[in-house]
């Protein structure tokens, strides 16, 4: 999981995260082509899921100290708390594009208050 492995990992070392790991647009190339290799909508979706939830219990094993700590990530510094409400930033671009892309499509999502 790309995430704990290239991102967590660096934080649980109190070591400094590389700049960049990898190319984004091979990442998302890479990312496409499995969606597309003929893996079910359900089955992606739930790959996504259990992803989430291993990093959820991993998250919550981790020492109430890092939480605040702050980790060099490329040139910035940021907390655990900051780096996760990136991801959470970066979910939510992808669910409005999602979003976007269906009401396009003439398919509208009901909204789920959370």
């Given at each position: 999981m790309f995430v704990w492995d290239e991102r967590f990992?660096?934080?649980?070392?109190?070591?400094n995260t590389p700049p960049?790991?990898?190319d984004v647009e091979e990442i998302n190339k890479n990312a496409?082509?499995?969606?597309?290799?003929?893996?079910?909508k359900n089955a992606l979706i739930d790959e996504v899921i259990e992803c989430r939830l291993v990093l959820s219990r991993k998250l919550q094993e981790l020492p109430n100290r890092m939480w605040e700590e702050k980790f060099?990530?490329?040139?910035?510094?940021i907390t655990l708390c900051e780096y996760i409400k990136g991801m959470i930033e970066h979910d939510d671009h992808h669910k409005n594009q999602i979003e976007k892309f269906l009401l396009n499509k003439g398919i509208e999502l009901f909204k789920q208050e959370v």
């Open positions: 990992s660096y934080f649980l070392k109190s070591t960049k790991i990898g496409a082509h499995e969606a597309k290799s003929g893996i079910s060099q990530l490329g040139h910035s510094w």
